[in-house]
């Protein structure tokens, strides 16, 4: 099951924890990929680690030129883009009262509208092909909100209304888009959490622990794979039972 | 009839698996090819592949029937 022998597969955000994993797990099933990041260096270590099968492609995902760039350097290197995965993300973080229009407008850029130029970029290719797989990375405060997070929150709450809309056009041509959210997994991102904000947090994961980022990826890798191709519109929620939606 | 005409007529019968005979010069491709939106822009990206050209959004959307699709072609290659 969950074989993708022959496809190949852009990964953003391949530099951090969730990405990476996410990169790893595709890579596993037989995929090419093409690991996308601002830092060629993680990026270049990845690539060492994964072996054959592997390109890397530095984008800035805060300027649209690198990012409509981004898909034709992918199908430079591999051929196609049968797997997208938007992963890339940013915090922001303030008091709503208090945040600025640069922390809100650079956090919807690079989360929500580099994800729309990045699906753009690779429909024609997929529709062509007869199939594709579009994953948007979410978050659980995307359905739930969370203070300080007004930006971050409404980016990838955006992410699932515009992945049900573009799997709503597609779904005849054979390509799904589907959102994961995950709750609090560890990463670079959570890792600023002090130790008092993660105990408050884990009080609400019935599952008691933080999770891993592998455990972001698996659910990725379902839903890459041709047996979710009847899954599409959805949004798999990957958060410890943290909110049952 | 033009060798344009066939190449653009020989994509529509594939695309949306019409009988030749009903590609006519005023059929519309979406009221009576029974194409739909997105079969629209599956078309005009065959065009576009079929003849080395671009077909920019705003001229997409004039090309609504057949007749349309070869006089636009027609001019552009």
Known sequence: MFDLSGKNALVTGASGGIGGDIARALHKAGATVTLSGTRLAPLEALAAELGDRVHVATCDLSDAASVEALPKAAVAAMGSVDVLVNNAGITRDNLFMRMSDDEWQSVIDVNLTSTFRLCRGVLRGMMKARWGRIVNISSVVGATGNPGQGNYAASKAGMVGMSKSLAAEVASRGITVNCVAPGFITTAMTDKLNDEQKARILTQVPVGRMGDPGEIAAAVLYLASPEAGYVTGTTLHVNGGMAMI | ?77
């Not at chain 2, 939106?37 to 920019?56: H, K, N, Q, R, Y």
């Open chain 2, 1 to 77: 009839m033009s060798d344009i005409a066939d190449r653009v007529k020989k994509i529509v019968v594939e695309h949306l698996g019409v009988e030749e005979d009903k590609v006519t010069e005023n059929a519309s491709f979406i009221d009576d090819l029974g194409a739909d939106s997105l079969d629209t822009v599956e078309l005009v990206m065959a065009f576009e592949e079929e003849f080395g050209i671009e077909i920019p959004d705003d001229a997409a959307e004039t090309i609504q029937t057949f007749g349309d699709a070869v006089k636009f072609i027609s001019g552009a290659v």
